[in-house]
C-alpha cells in the first residue's frame, strides 16, 4: 500500500505558504561523481523547510543509467487549436523548496545554491507565497478540487510495480496574469472563466457551467474515472510581472497531458479554456520525483 513514509519528505505538507522554486541546468563537462555530491549536500535537512529534488529526463538519464519511470520525457512546446501555445524551458534538476516560514525558506535556498553553485546554472530562481484563504491573485481559491487524505497518494505517486514507485511525474509551469484585463471583467463573467463562484467557492452547475471555463477544461473522466492529480501551485511575483507558479504532483503523465490538451482546445469540442485569455504560460518542464528511497540510493555513493 502507498503510504506518506514512500515519498519525499514534504509532499502533502499543507499549506505551504512560503515556498521558493529553483530550476537548473547542470555543467555537460562536471563529472556525475560531482553532481551527485553536490546534490547531496544541496538536501541535507533545513529546519522548517522541505527540499524536494526532481530530475528532467535526460539528467535522470545521466544519473541513473540503469532504469527510468516508463512515461518520463522532456516536456515539449504545445500548441492549441485557438491560438494558444504552452512553451518547454526543460531544464534538469528542480529543487521544490516549501514550508511556513519565509526566513526558513531562505535558508534553504542559500544552501541549495551555494552546492549547486559549481555544478549547475539556474534557469529559474523564484519565490512563492500563499494567503490565508489560498487564493491565487486573481482572487479565486485555487486547490479546493485536490483530493484529500490519502486520495492525495492514489493521484500523486506512481503506483506499486512499476519503475519509479513511490516517485510521482511532476508538471512546474509559470503562468503570468494579465490582472488588467481579468480585472474589467462583471463578477459573473470572472467566475464563468474558473467555473466557481469568486466569494463563496462554490462550483457552477448545469447551465451555468461553461464548457471554456478553467474547472470544464480540468476535470476530467475517463471511462468513469476521475483524472485527478495533486496541485501545489503558488501565487508568485511583485507589483509590475506576477501570476501563478503551477506545480502538479501525478501518478500518470496523461492525466497531465490531457488537462492541457484540453486547456489547449485540442479535443473534439475544440473550446480552449478562457483563463488564458488572462494569463499566459511562460516555462514548462516535466520532472520525475524519485521516492524517499530511490533518491537515498541515488545519493548513497556520493562523497
Ligand atoms: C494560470 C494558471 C492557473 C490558475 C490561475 C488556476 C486556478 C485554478 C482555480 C482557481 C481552480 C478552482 C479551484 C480548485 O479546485 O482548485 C482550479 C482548478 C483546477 N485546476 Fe487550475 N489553474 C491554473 C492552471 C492549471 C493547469 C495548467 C492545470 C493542469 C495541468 C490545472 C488543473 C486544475 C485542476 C485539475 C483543477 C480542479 C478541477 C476540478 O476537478 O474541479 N490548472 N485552477
Redesign the pocket.
Known amino acids: 500500500m502507498l503510504s506518506d513514509a514512500i515519498c519525499q519528505a514534504g509532499l502533502l505538507e499543507e499549506p505551504g505558504r512560503s515556498a521558493h522554486y529553483l530550476e537548473m541546468n547542470l555543467h555537460p563537462d562536471v563529472s556525475n561523481e560531482q553532481i551527485l555530491a553536490a546534490l547531496k549536500t544541496a538536501v541535507q535537512p533545513v529546519s522548517g523547510a522541505f527540499i524536494a529534488l526532481c530530475f528532467g529526463s535526460d539528467a535522470w538519464d545521466r544519473l541513473n543509467p540503469s532504469w527510468r519511470p516508463a512515461q518520463l520525457q522532456p516536456f515539449r512546446q504545445l500548441d492549441g487549436k485557438n491560438g494558444y501555445s504552452?512553451p518547454a524551458t526543460q531544464s534538469d534538476v528542480y529543487f521544490w523548496i516549501h514550508g511556513e516560514d519565509q526566513g526558513d525558506i531562505m535558508d534553504a535556498v542559500l544552501q541549495v545554491h551555494e552546492a549547486m553553485r559549481d555544478v549547475a546554472v539556474c534557469t529559474l530562481d523564484l519565490n512563492g507565497f500563499k494567503n490565508r484563504e489560498a487564493r491565487?491573485?486573481?482572487g479565486?481559491?485555487?486547490?479546493?478540487?485536490?483530493p484529500k487524505g490519502d486520495k492525495r497518494l492514489d493521484a500523486a505517486l506512481i503506483p506499486e510495480g512499476e519503475p519509479g514507485a513511490g516517485g510521482s511525474y511532476v508538471?512546474t509551469?509559470r503562468?503570468q496574469?494579465h490582472l488588467q484585463a481579468f480585472s474589467h471583467l462583471s463578477l459573473h463573467e470572472q467566475e464563468q472563466v474558473?467555473?466557481?463562484t469568486k466569494s463563496g467557492?462554490v462550483?457552477l452547475e448545469g447551465d451555468a457551467m461553461p464548457p471554456t471555463s478553467?474547472?470544464s477544461r480540468?476535470?476530467?473522466k475517463i471511462d468513469g474515472v476521475?483524472?485527478?492529480?495533486y496541485?501545489r501551485?503558488t501565487p508568485y511575483g511583485g507589483a509590475d510581472e506576477h501570476?501563478?507558479y503551477?506545480l502538479?504532483f501525478a501518478c500518470d503523465l496523461k492525466r497531465?497531458s490531457i488537462?492541457?490538451e484540453r486547456?489547449l482546445g485540442n479535443t473534439d469540442d475544440g473550446f480552449s479554456d478562457y483563463?488564458?485569455k488572462?494569463?499566459t504560460?511562460k516555462t514548462g518542464a516535466y520532472w520525475f520525483m524519485p521516492s524517499r528511497a530511490d533518491l537515498e540510493t541515488l545519493l548513497a555513493g556520493a562523497a
Do not use: C, P
Not at 226 to 229: A, D, H, S, T, Y
Open positions: 504552452m491565487d491573485l486573481t479565486f481559491v485555487d486547490g479546493t478540487a485536490n508538471l509551469q503562468w496574469h474558473i467555473g466557481r467557492n462550483e478553467h474547472v480540468t476535470d476530467v476521475g483524472q485527478k492529480i496541485r501551485s501570476g501563478l503551477f502538479a497531465i488537462q492541457l486547456m483563463l488564458m488572462y494569463s504560460a
